[in-house]
């Protein structure tokens, strides 16, 4: 690992710097100041940004297989779920006789539904050694199961797209059914401690936050490697021509499998870190529309370079957060005069495009429109547009002649 920190380039190296900085600072500021102290940071601005932070964790895994090979992932959200149930069962289990019906086996919405013993696939959760192996095993599994059949049919571009969202919508149908037992609709939630200490506590967020934003630090190094390897080299290859790179004889199905199951487990490390930070997991974390938004991220941050798709799901994730807060409904308010001076009937209908679009439920259109003009006007996304700007000004600085030496003064 050290190694590769060394070869990593200026910008992998601030993004990994500025992780581990942050990584001490929130805390610091989160438990130390005085609540009444500028520096203060709020327990829910703790929370909101690990959220955050476990999201870019989801968009770097999803730039390693689609901005690295040209995987289109659709359904990267369920291998952030199924980490995300991983570790919601162990904190369950942990749970034990302090549940609403005291069982000290059964969660309590096994109770309700009158199960009288625990299903296998609960069995050792009870132990968080067993819940991190299957929080890799599981979403691993899953995908070296689909890269198996569908990269060995040479499944590729916009049908192996829609396989992927198709395989998130079968899953988020299965956990909402009750007898699947797995919380049904209502999920997982009511957590009480992880490793001993009360999850809800300062000092708990304070300390998942860290953990979240190392976990980031560690998945863009190891994403960083393996596409800076010559397996990478051979994935970029894989992404422009597969074809050609068939005809030379790689068997691209291994190198799309390996690198697709690498990315699935990330996501479910993400998805582990999200649920004691939020409270709970159910099947909405299934919805292909988040594996859709998480595409967006990284187009928007600037997909193939890891670092942008990190940007970009920071970027995306506060501008929903501060859109669905109504952040922008002071911008009708400011057009009520003016629209109150228009026709009736086309008043009517400005006022409701604003309302809509500056309201709560307007998060959607808006998140269509900045993809729309992401595509047209920024393919490379923002990190893309900021480094062609550095390539572009380096050689005119490093061609400018160096100014003519003052001359020396005669006695």
Not at 44 to 58: N, R, S, W
Not at 273 to 278: A, D, E, G, H, I
Request: hydrophobic share 55%; with cysteine.
């Amino acid at each position: 690992m050290e190694n590769q920190i060394t070869r990593l380039d200026w910008l992998g190296r601030a993004f990994v710097g500025l992780c581990v900085v942050v990584a001490v600072a929130v805390p610091v500021l989160a438990l130390l100041p005085d609540k009444n102290s500028a520096f203060f940071v709020p327990p829910y601005v703790v929370a909101l940004l690990g959220k955050y932070i476990c999201f870019a964790i989801l968009a770097v895994a999803l730039d390693l297989v689609w901005g690295y090979c040209g995987i289109l992932s659709l359904g990267h959200g369920a291998f952030f779920a199924l980490g995300g149930y991983a570790m919601g069962m162990y904190l369950m289990r942990q749970i034990g006789a302090r549940g609403v019906y005291a069982n000290p086996i059964l969660p309590d919405f096994m109770v309700f539904l009158n199960w009288k013993e625990l299903p296998v696939a609960w069995w050792g959760f009870n132990h968080f050694a067993y819940a991190g192996v299957m929080i890799l095993f599981v979403p691993g599994v899953l995908a070296f199961a689909f890269g198996w059949f569908a990269f060995r049919s040479r499944v590729t571009g916009v049908y192996l797209s829609i396989i992927t969202q198709a395989l998130t919508y079968a899953l988020k149908l299965a956990f909402f059914r009750n007898d699947f037992g797995f919380g049904g609709n209502n999920g997982l939630t009511d957590f009480k401690d992880i490793f001993g200490a009360n999850v809800q506590s300062d000092a708990t967020r304070a300390a998942l936050f860290s953990a979240s934003i190392l976990a980031l630090a560690g998945a863009y190094v190891l994403s960083k490697a393996i596409v800076s390897s010559k397996y990478g080299k051979t994935l970029i290859a894989i992404r422009d021509s597969e074809s050609r790179v068939r005809f030379l004889g790689y068997r691209v199905e291994n190198f799309k499998l390996f690198v697709f199951v690498v990315s699935a487990m990330m996501a479910g490390i993400a998805g582990a870190l999200y649920v004691p930070q939020v409270g709970i997991i159910n099947p909405s974390e299934f919805d292909p529309g988040n594996s859709i938004e998480a595409v967006i991220w990284v187009a928007v941050g600037g997909r193939g370079t890891l670092v942008g798709a990190a940007l970009g799901a920071l970027i995306v994730n506060y501008s929903k957060t501060f859109l669905t807060g109504g952040g922008l409904m002071w911008i009708g308010a400011l057009l009520d005069p003016v629209l109150n001076y228009l026709p009736g009937s086309i008043g009517r209908i400005i006022r409701l495009f604003v309302d809509t679009l500056t309201g709560p439920e307007g998060w959607t259109a808006a998140l269509g429109l900045l993809f729309i003009l992401v595509t047209l006007f920024l393919p490379k996304g923002i990190l893309g547009l900021f480094l062609d700007t550095a390539r572009h000004n380096a050689p005119a600085k490093a061609a400018a002649p160096a100014p003519a030496p003052a001359e020396e003064a005669h006695s």
